[in-house]
């Protein structure tokens, strides 16, 4: 089970912090990924961490912006989002790719499970 939290309204130049608590499964061992689907749009990929955080990966638009981090002790993924802007609004999922090979994949089929999404809205 993934459950994300941590959405909000915030105003343009602003900061949010998602997180990602997982449970039920060794979600230690798998990548894990943070995807947003605003409305009337496909669901894309954000950004991924590797299971040890050694790996990671940014869709380009929020290079520089986002920053995905995890603490396994805690069984907890991280978005740190900084700079937000109208354009980053939308629903953020956490999603687990349980393949367990190390690897960060920015397609959705390629994540097994998902969390509920939380809400992120940027005001101009």
């Known amino acids: 089970q993934l459950q994300a939290s941590g959405g909000g309204l915030v105003q343009a130049g602003g900061s949010l912090r998602l997180s990602c608590a997982a449970s039920g499964r060794p979600f230690s061992r798998y990548s894990m990924g943070w995807f947003r689907q605003a409305p009337g749009k496909e669901r894309k990929f954000v950004a991924g961490i590797s299971w040890n955080g050694g790996g990671t990966s940014y869709e380009d638009s929020v290079k520089g912006r986002f920053t995905i981090s995890r603490d396994n002790a805690k069984n907890t993924v991280y978005l740190q989002m900084n700079s937000l802007k109208p354009e980053d609004t939308a629903v953020y999922y956490c999603?687990?790719?349980?393949?367990?090979?190390?690897?960060?994949?920015?397609?959705?089929?390629?994540?097994?499970?998902w969390g509920q999404g939380t809400q992120v809205t940027v005001s101009s």
């Open positions: 999603a687990a790719d349980q393949r367990a090979d190390g690897f960060v994949f920015a397609g959705i089929y390629e994540y097994d499970y």
